[in-house]
């Protein structure tokens, strides 16, 4: 099958034996095993090469990708301009520590386009930024604690691995359940929980702990939950109200929504911002942006008078990461692009909400065009509690069925490339449809 060949009538190859080799290889020397887009082993692959909008196992199979890298892939796998920008930079050296061209004019291209951004520091990955930008608002508020919301995901540093969208086993409201071992339980006690969606509990938990917090920090789209009308605008009130640092983490939505982001989308301006996956073409990537008066504490020359935050390592203002996201950013700014894209992922979220429609099979599909998913359940989706009572079986069986049907997404949500053609649409649509005909035929 060639790489521009259509999916219809997809069958699905039997793993090969080399690829069956891999698989086990990874068991044995890969801690954190085989990472895939299923849950059943039967479905573990081995990733051979990724071109446009699909991705192709050692075996063979090619499928229709939604799974992008987890999002970074939003120009779709291996787009000319990431390709020939990440090669051309290597030819003139991979890291020098040091601040350099392609860095400095990234820097210059986020302060154009994010709202909130003024000055920027570059990281890893998303996070550390959520990481750093944590601590520069603790450093600016001269306090520890800080303020997330339940079913929000910022990372896999300590402070983020609270309460997020692995809380199985809610606790009462504002106390963080760890989602993970190793975490210090004095984090637990540093960390507040809040109802997203909930500005009436959000606020009175804010005003009853203003004195103790350092930040709040929120994804404007939980996962794939829109903010209600009014929400962020209220929390942002709110925590100016109390000159309480309000950080959006956009490392999901940051040029995924807009070139300005969810910020602009939705028409609210934080004092901090944490980026990186989109405009990161598949590189390692992380940016913190925001108010000057909050990121100047990272100046090396306050290190000399006090009150400095460190945010140094060996790879920041990465020289080829940042050619690559200067090609993505001028890819994003072309005419039509966001235009396209949205088309594509609206007639996809609502092809993908008729089918499980007729087919009788209860579901609400939630976010925006360009990231969204199917929540197997007939119960508003408002927050992580509602997102609790889907039936989790259903919607691990309905990914397992689309990609006997040659179409990959995550267990969670549906990534939109602009790589994605009409026809892959199309496709996508057919294996929808026949997807949920054998799902409600299953229950």
């Known amino acids: 099958m060639s790489r521009e060949a259509s999916h219809a009538g997809f069958v699905r190859k039997p793993r090969t034996a080399r690829e069956a080799e891999l698989l086990e290889k990874t068991e044995t020397f890969m801690a954190c095993g085989v990472r895939n887009a299923s849950f059943n082993p039967d479905y573990a692959m081995v990733i051979q090469e990724a071109h446009g909008a699909t991705i192709t196992d050692c075996s063979g199979n090619r499928y229709i990708d939604y799974l992008l890298g987890s999002g970074p892939m939003f120009l779709g796998h291996a787009h000319p301009a990431v390709v020939d920008a990440a090669r051309e930079q290597s030819a003139r050296g991979s890291s020098y520590l040091m601040v350099n061209e392609p860095a400095i004019l ?22 550390e930024a959520t990481f750093f930008a944590l601590r520069l608002a603790r450093a600016y508020r001269k306090r520890d604690k800080i303020l997330k919301f339940e079913g929000g995901f910022h990372g896999m540093h300590d402070y983020a691995l609270m309460s997020n969208q692995w809380t199985f086993e809610p606790a009462a409201f504002p106390r963080a359940v760890a989602n993970s071992a190793g975490i210090p339980h004095a984090i637990e006690s540093e960390v507040l929980i809040a109802p997203f969606n909930d500005i009436e509990t959000t606020a009175s938990l804010i005003k009853k702990h203003a004195d103790t917090l350092g930040a709040v920090i929120v994804e404007p789209l939980c996962r794939t939950i829109p903010p209600r009308n009014g929400f962020l605008q209220a929390l942002r ?27 602009s989308h939705y028409g609210v301006t934080p004092d901090l911002c944490a980026l990186g996956k989109t405009i990161s073409g598949g590189h390692p990537l992380g940016v913190v942006c925001g108010r000057a008066d909050i990121l100047d504490a990272a100046d090396p020359s306050r290190t000399s008078v006090g009150g400095s935050v460190r945010l140094s390592g060996t790879y920041m203002n990465n020289p080829i990461s940042s050619a690559v996201a200067l090609a993505v950013i001028r890819e994003l700014e072309k005419p039509g692009v966001y235009e396209g894209v949205i088309a594509k992922g609206t007639r996809l979220m609502q092809g993908l909400e008729k089918a ?66 009409d026809d892959q649409i199309i496709d996508t649509l057919d294996a929808v449809q026949d997807a949920a005909h054998e799902l409600a035929k299953d229950s």
């Open 106 to 127: 990234l820097a210059e291209a986020i302060v154009r386009a994010v709202p909130c951004a003024e000055k920027v520091t570059f990281h890893c990955s998303g996070t």
């Open 237 to 263: 009130e709110v925590t100016r109200r109390h000159d309480l640092p309000l950080i959006f983490d956009e490392v999901v939505t940051g040029f995924r929504l807009g070139l300005g982001g969810a910020q």
């Open 356 to 421: 499980l429609h007729d087919a009788g099979i209860a579901a609400r599909v939630c976010g925006e065009p360009t990231v969204f998913q199917p929540w197997f359940t007939d119960q508003e989706i408002r927050d992580h509690r509602s997102t609790l009572k889907q039936d989790h079986k259903k919607s691990a069986r309905f990914v397992d069925l689309l990609l006997d049907r040659g179409v990959v997404k995550a267990h969670e949500k549906f990534f939109v490339s602009t790589a994605h053609r």
